[in-house]
């Protein structure tokens, strides 16, 4: 079992910049998988990005590639999503989440989801 918990939301003019946060307890951070994912009002929740492991593979959303970045601290069991150039597209309620499988990263299923943290972006 792991807990997931974010931060690092809140509300930037377009073309801004955030930074999200997402700890995790336990001892096994490095055993899972991590993702970002999203949710807009009125939207189904949809895939942001993913990262393995160790941290050496990444993948992203066509909608986001090139401005976010994902990336992860296993010392710190922390996975970081930097969103750059941010769109009001991009406003949503965004979540982390944790899973075994450590490949296809950009689909299937994940074990563990935190309870998110908005992100609004004004025009």
């Known amino acids: 079992q792991v807990q997931l918990v974010e931060s690092g939301g809140g509300l930037v003019q377009a073309g801004g910049s955030l930074r999200l946060s997402c700890a995790t307890s336990?001892?096994?951070?490095?055993?899972?998988?991590m993702g970002w994912f999203r949710q807009a009002p009125g939207k189904d929740r949809e895939f942001v990005a993913a990262?393995?492991?160790?941290?050496?593979?990444?993948y992203y959303a066509d909608s986001v590639k090139g401005r976010f970045t994902i990336s992860r601290d296993n010392a710190k069991n922390t996975v970081y999503l930097q969103a750059n150039n941010l769109k009001p597209e991009d406003t949503a309620v965004y979540y982390c989440?944790?899973?075994?499988?450590?490949?296809?990263?950009?689909?299937?299923?994940?074990?563990?989801w935190g309870q998110g943290t908005q992100v609004t972006v004004s025009s």
């Open positions: 989440a944790a899973r075994f499988q450590d490949y296809a990263l950009g689909s299937g299923p994940y074990d563990y």
């Open positions: 336990g001892r096994t951070f490095s055993s899972y998988a």
């Open positions: 990262i393995n492991r160790s941290g050496g593979i990444t």
